[in-house]
């Protein structure tokens, strides 16, 4: 099938190990950011978000962290597994101006059985 | 519906053919965004409406490019002329009263013009 990310940075992990995925963003009125899952043939699927007044968001398995001094954002994903392989995206959005997303450039995650 | 529905799933039109794509968002749902993914990059804004009212078009890459949505409902976006560089997957998303979360994308229409 039709690929989402021939040419994307790939992080290459074990099952069972933890996996980190980094973001820089752009916009430093930016106030709501979210990461996303995109599986090949498929739309973006929501994972977690956080807003700007936290630094840390801990969902099933997988913890955002925020940096907004020098603009950076991380996905923590426990325990690796294979049905996790796919190609995560960040995006920012500035709430009540539109709503519109701005996405990064995305990471490929490869899980190895 | 349950999510958000986009037809056709793939397009293959040949250079300067004009496109229609549809999208059914989830019902309830006032905010519709339409977005560009090319092959190996994240998707890219294009435009937004909040029911019926087209509140931001800064996206669009061209005067060829063109989106309705007419009932506050279903959208279509059109594209004229279609050229090579128009290839790529359009993405809608909408979202329910209150902005920002339940925010939910469709699984895009795959557009390539030969």
């Known amino acids: 099938g039709e690929s989402v990310g021939l040419h994307l940075p790939t992080l290459s992990v074990q099952e069972g190990d933890n996996s980190i995925i980094n973001c820089a963003y752009s916009?430093?009125?930016?106030?709501?950011f979210i990461w996303y899952k995109q599986e090949s043939g498929k739309g973006p699927q929501f994972i977690i978000d956080?807003?700007?007044?936290?630094d840390k968001r801990q969902g099933q398995r997988v913890t955002v962290l925020l940096n907004k001094t020098v603009k950076h954002l991380s996905l923590q994903i426990a325990a690796t597994q294979p049905g996790d392989s796919a190609v995560y995206f960040c995006a920012e959005m500035v709430r009540n101006a539109g709503n519109m997303l701005t996405f990064g450039g995305g990471t490929r995650l490869m899980v190895k059985p | 519906g349950a999510g958000v529905s986009q037809s056709p799933r793939y397009k293959v039109a040949k250079r300067g053919q004009d496109v229609a794509l549809r999208c059914d968002p989830i019902?309830?749902?006032?905010?519709l965004f339409w977005y560009q993914q090319a092959l190996g990059q994240g998707p890219e804004f294009l435009t937004y409406?909040?029911?019926?009212?087209?509140?931001?078009k800064s996206g669009l890459p061209s005067d060829r490019f063109f989106a309705e949505r007419p009932e506050g409902s279903v959208s279509t976006l059109k594209i004229q002329r279609t050229q090579q560089e128009d290839s790529a997957v359009y993405l809608c998303?909408?979202?329910?009263?209150?902005?920002?979360?339940?925010?939910?994308f469709g699984s895009g229409t795959r557009l390539t013009v030969v």
């Open positions: 956080i807003r700007s007044n936290m």
């Open positions: 409406f909040q029911n019926e009212a087209q509140l931001d």
């Open positions: 916009n430093s009125a930016s106030d709501y």
């Open positions: 019902s309830g749902h006032v905010s």
């Open positions: 998303a909408s979202s329910p009263p209150g902005g920002i979360y339940g925010y939910t």
